[in-house]
């Protein structure tokens, strides 16, 4: 492809993701990957060059652009190299008119701004834009931590677990990651696992747990002893959990599909019975936007709102599980102040459970809970808190 053509490309895709974002479709990454499935004479390179202007242009919209062209005129408007491949060639995108649109230059959307804890300020904001790495949590169930199981790894600073490669790379071909020594996990998502203390024998809830990244943690640090019930409302998430428990020699997690409304009564046989639940709430995701910028895109007041709700309602779900002296711990990996401090302050006026600290070495007290950011502390940005049941 020729440089304008990449230009194009980037400006094709900018089209779909802006679509995708106001519609609820799908991540930018999957629609790169699909646009390019039916490209095949986009090589690596052209692929690559490709990919990097698209996440420049999202990185530096703050608000969702009217078009994939505007978001790319706004980038070159500060790139004259790329401004001169806006030149009428073949395949290149046509000449940039006197006065035509370009997506102005932000952070966060406007309306997001003042949601964000008082902790996250104007740099905060900033460092959520940045390229993040890509970590691995080593399995203690299979390996001791040593950069030498991923070539070009280093240990995190934060996570004991942790190892940490520059981003980009394909760890699901290294021989580390096939025999379930690692699993992809934010250093962030570590510490939140670590800080549940889960012990050998225990019984575990992981009331939201997805495709399984936090119960394959937490039964690790079980020492694949005891019962973790990993439950979720999203049957393609929990089935894909299916391999990833093999894989990581796993064999403790009953994976149990919820029906939305229905949780109590498919829990109703762990009430009171729980050491340990952990609630992984549905949230906004602020906290990974160095991963997926254009999620700030999809946001609305709605969906916050409705999110919030889901989020309460889960909290509440999850302490009738809590066994006398067990814990609940709550996470969301947002860096808003609505799902994260108000929403624990809210639920420690209304229950009978009282809040605990939990045992995590790094991030700043946010209200009864602990705030992890990119800018203060390298990982995803998470609240987390923690409350028990008097005995
Ligand atoms: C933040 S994700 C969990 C990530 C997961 N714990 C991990 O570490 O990979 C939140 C999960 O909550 C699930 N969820 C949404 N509504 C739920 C409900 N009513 N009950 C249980 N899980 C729900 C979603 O399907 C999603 O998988």
Redesign the pocket.
């Known amino acids: 492809m020729t440089p304008a053509a990449r230009v194009q490309a980037a400006i094709e895709l900018l089209d779909e993701i802006v679509t995708s974002a106001r519609e609820g479709g799908a991540a930018a990454d999957t629609l790169i990957a699909r646009y390019f499935k039916t490209r095949r004479y986009a090589g690596s390179k052209d692929r690559r060059a490709v990919r990097d202007l698209v996440f420049r242009a999202v990185r530096r919209a703050g608000e969702r652009p009217a078009s994939g062209r505007a978001a790319m005129i706004g980038l070159a408007g500060e790139d004259a190299a790329l401004a001169a491949l806006f030149d009428g060639s073949p395949h290149g995108p046509a000449p940039i008119a006197p006065g035509e649109a370009a997506a102005a230059h932000g952070t966060v959307p406007a309306w997001l701004a003042e949601r964000f804890d008082p902790l996250v300020d104007g740099a905060e904001q900033a460092a959520l834009l940045e390229r993040a790495p890509l970590d691995l949590r080593v399995n203690r169930l299979k390996a001791a931590r040593d950069p030498a199981l991923v070539p070009g790894s280093t240990p995190t600073p934060l996570s004991p677990l942790g190892l940490r490669l520059p981003g980009g790379e394909n760890v699901e071909q290294t021989d580390a990651w096939k025999a379930g020594l690692v699993e992809v ?1 934010d250093e962030g ?1 570590q510490l939140l ?1 670590l800080a549940c203390a889960a012990r050998p024998g225990m019984t575990v809830v ?10 394959l ?1 937490l039964a690790a640090e079980m020492g694949n002893a005891g019962r973790i019930v990993a ?4 049957r393609a ?1 929990l089935f894909r959990m299916t391999p990833r428990l093999e894989r990581a020699g796993v064999t403790i997690v009953e994976p149990g599909l ?1 029906d ?2 229905r ?1 109590t009564e498919a829990l109703a046989d762990l009430a009171g019975a729980a050491d340990i639940v ?1 609630v ?4 906004s ?1 602020s906290g990974t936007w160095r991963r997926n910028p254009e999620a700030r895109w999809r946001l609305t007041p709605d969906r916050l709102a409705r999110l919030t709700g ?1 989020q309460a ?2 909290l509440d ?1 999850a302490a009738v599980l809590v066994a006398p002296g067990g814990v609940l711990v709550y ?3 947002s860096l808003f102040a609505e799902e994260g401090r108000a929403q624990a302050a809210a639920f420690s006026a209304r229950s009978s459970l009282v809040e605990a600290d939990l045992p995590i070495s790094a991030g700043r007290a946010a209200g009864s809970g602990v705030l992890l950011t990119p800018g203060h502390d390298g990982t995803d940005g998470f609240f987390v808190a923690g409350w028990q049941r008097p005995c």
């Open positions: 996990q998502s696992a992981d009331l939201c747990a997805g495709a399984g990244g936090k119960t943690a439950a979720d409302t999203d998430r919820l939305p409304g949780e952990l992984d709430a549905p949230c995701g889901l309602r889960l779900i996470a969301v990996c």
